[in-house]
């Protein structure tokens, strides 16, 4: 018997302190840089994004991956790539922790226009305020203060 799943993941985390270190004209570098590691983890990318300060990842996550070591993959490996790259002046490294949030399959189209459109969307809202709303709308308890 096979193992089937369809569990949508929208990965989301930001750069160490939220520095605005993702400047835009090596954006799509990285975020190819990233689907690479997920396609070698028979993980199924729907759409990767972001503005000057974090990243959101929709992708379903291969039933033999867990999320977390997954993450970590990508945060060390895009790391390195990014600085043996020189890709962003002034990049740092990303943020210890991580969101997730799980959605139904029939979402998917809706997320891939919202993570499409991050940088209309941040023009009127903060990452911060996203991050917020989406702990929210997943009835996620958190603390302020260590939302940094």
């Not at 997320?111 to 991050?131: D, M, P, R």
Request: charged fraction near 25%; include cysteine.
């Amino acid at each position: 018997m096979s193992t089937f799943t369809q569990i949508l993941y929208q990965i989301v985390y930001s750069t160490r302190r939220r520095e605005p270190s993702l400047h835009s004209n090596n954006r799509e570098e990285i975020f190819k840089y990233i689907w690479g590691i997920l396609n070698d983890k028979k993980c199924h990318l729907y759409r990767i994004g972001g503005v000057a300060d974090h990243i959101h990842i929709l992708t379903h996550v291969h039933p033999a991956v867990s999320l977390a070591s997954l993450v970590k993959d990508i945060k060390l490996a895009s790391t390195e790539y990014i600085k043996n790259k020189n890709l962003f002046h002034g990049f740092s490294g990303w943020q210890e922790g991580y969101s997730a949030f799980t959605y139904a399959y029939k979402e998917k189209t809706g997320l891939i226009e919202y993570i499409k459109n991050q940088e209309a969307h941040h023009s009127i809202k903060s990452f911060k305020e996203e991050l917020i709303d989406l702990l929210n709308e997943h009835g996620i308890e958190f603390q302020e203060k260590y939302l940094l």
